[in-house]
């Protein structure tokens, strides 16, 4: 039998629309329970509305609780804009401008990177689909809108503030040893006995690099949870707060956009209240500290302001291989007639051998080895001004000069002196040792 073959051609098969890939963003302006309900209500309707709509395909509702629209910091915002660059979205549904966002700037950048990515944004309250011929021309004009809407914001929340403060009142304060209630400062029993313990040492001689290193140690931390620097246990065993003062307005706000912080050097008013609250510190231990602090900032502050770069030729050349710092000048064996200079790392001068180990290195040492280096008999402060870029220290007992010229030289060097000795440099280095575990057991005792 005759086989028949016929070519057979199947029948076309109807491609499926795609479906728009649609989110939602939401954002209320506080924490209180009204606002938390609408929130809600925004998400509900949201979902509803996209999981109904043919053609659409869920997203996702991406909503924050925020104090204002100004700040790039909202979490949920973020991370829409994270979906939308990942091509998870092509079109945003939100309720109106001032509610995506209140800064001109912001608003416009944002919605042209979402522009040229495909994703269009669709504001319910004005109508606006981005992705439309007018739409940008729109949003300009909204967009100015409410950035005047959030200055206005901004006028208020200043008058409030103001208003406050002229009845002594503390507008918002994080600060440790406090907490605020009802507009007033409280002490937190088991933080003010650590401030009081920090004022102490202080006093006993501690700086602010031990004091940091002490409650790193026993592992006291600030209240955001980050380790208190030195400068910070310093500034606050020193604030007028801790005895019961308030100054009010040491910081203004430039702009309500920017959010930029400002010192107060007499722009605005200040405020002083007395006595508004409960010290941690008694007046006359906070007067010692004070003082203490200026005779610090006396005795360490320099004649001028190029003081040592003038008249110390090793200043700003001398650079520590295991930290990275410079070395500083610095008397080693004690104000006496005959009283040594030497060149200490920066680091292990201020936080000690623990964090630093290299060795310091006495100025007749340096000068004769510098000498050698540049093949002169003696050492010539003139001649290593202009020949000497700087001199590198890649481990203790060992410089390498580096000369203007590009060419290096590799010098050894030995302190016989203090092989066998044990010096007053080491007994202080000793006594501040024991100190330091003593202030440590007495930190770790506050905390239990």
């Excluded at 007499?266 to 006595?275: M, W």
Aim: glycine fraction near 8%.
């Amino acid at each position: 039998m005759e086989r028949i073959i016929q070519k057979v051609t199947p029948p076309a098969r109807k491609k499926a629309p795609k479906l728009k890939r649609v989110a939602a963003y939401a954002r209320v302006s506080s924490g209180r329970e009204a606002p938390l309900h609408s929130l809600s209500a925004q998400i509900s309707q949201y979902s509803g509305m996209i999981q109904k709509t043919p053609g659409w395909q869920y997203a996702g509702v991406y909503a924050d609780e925020a104090l204002t629209g100004t700040k790039d910091s909202r979490g949920e915002f973020q991370r829409l804009l994270a979906d939308c660059r990942a091509g998870k979205i092509d079109m945003i549904i939100t309720k109106s401008v001032s509610r995506f966002a209140r800064n001109t700037v912001t608003t416009l950048r944002t919605i042209r990177e979402l522009r040229l990515m495909g994703v269009d944004v669709f504001f319910e309250e004005q109508n606006i689909h981005t992705m439309g011929e007018d739409g940008e021309l729109l949003l300009t004009l909204l967009a100015a809108y409410a950035e005047e809407e959030a200055r206005s914001v901004s006028e208020n929340q200043k008058w409030r503030i103001k208003s406050n403060y002229e009845q002594g009142l503390p507008w918002s304060i994080t600060m440790y040893g406090y907490r605020q209630v009802n507009g007033r400062l409280e002490v937190v029993p088991e933080e003010a006995e650590i401030i009081r313990l920090a004022a102490d040492l202080y006093l006993e001689g501690y700086g602010r690099y031990k004091l940091e290193d002490a409650f790193a140690a026993v592992n006291i931390k600030g209240r955001h949870g980050a380790n208190m620097g030195g400068n910070s246990i310093v500034d606050l065993i020193c604030n007028e707060k801790i005895v019961g003062d308030m100054l009010l307005q040491k910081t203004f706000v430039v702009d309500p956009i920017t959010k930029e912080v400002r010192k107060n050097n007499g722009e605005k008013p200040q405020y002083f209240v007395e006595g508004s609250h409960e010290g941690i510190l008694d007046r006359e231990t906070y007067e010692k500290v004070l003082a203490e602090r200026a005779r610090r900032a006396a005795a360490y502050k320099p004649r001028s302001g190029s003081y040592e770069r003038n008249h110390f030729p090793f200043s700003g050349k001398i650079h520590c291989g295991k930290c990275g710092k410079s070395f500083t000048r610095k008397v080693l064996n004690g104000n006496t007639p005959y009283e040594k200079r030497g060149w200490l790392c920066r680091t292990f001068n201020q936080k000690g051998k623990a964090h630093c180990d290299a060795k310091q290195i006495p100025e007749e040492i340096l000068k004769r080895v510098s000498a050698e280096a540049m093949g002169l008999p003696e050492f010539d402060e003139a001649a290593f001004a202009a020949k000497v870029e700087e001199i590198q220290v890649p481990e203790n007992g060992v410089l390498v000069f580096v000369f203007y010229d590009g060419h290096t030289v590799t010098k050894t060097w030995d302190n016989p002196s203090r092989r066998h000795s044990w010096n007053p440099e080491n007994r202080q280095r000793a006594r501040e040792l024991a100190l330091r575990q003593a202030a440590e057991r007495r930190l770790a005792k506050c905390q239990q």
